[in-house]
């Protein structure tokens, strides 16, 4: 296992404090960065809504995600602004 964040599946569960539904985070790793190919697919092959899948850098705030896997994907500017848009004060478990 070399990815910290979703253990090589490309994909994680964000489960929320609140009663907000699990999100679904397509990791940066490289076997997410595949995954992100078809995310229509993926919401499909995993049986979880569209509505509910999204890039992780998106979801989580820039903290919560690894530095290694940052790199030059996007900056750490860009996953706050991100996670700001996506909603970020949404808490985490
Ligand atoms: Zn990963």
Redesign the pocket.
């Known amino acids: 296992m ?11 569960r964000i489960r929320y404090h609140d009663a907000t539904p699990d999100d679904y985070g397509v ?6 960065l595949r995954l992100r190919a078809s995310l229509d697919a993926l919401s499909a092959a995993l049986g979880v809504p569209a509505a509910q899948l999204g890039v ?1 850098e998106a979801l989580l705030e820039a903290h919560e995600i690894p530095a290694n ?1 940052l790199g030059p994907v996007a900056g750490h500017a860009d996953i706050a602004d991100a996670g700001r848009a996506a909603g970020g004060k949404k808490a985490r478990l």
Do not use: A, F, T
């Not at 990815?3 to 490309?10: A, F, H, N, S, Y």
């Open positions: 070399s990815c910290r964040l979703c253990g090589d599946k490309g994909v994680l990791c940066l790793c490289p076997r997410g992780v896997l």
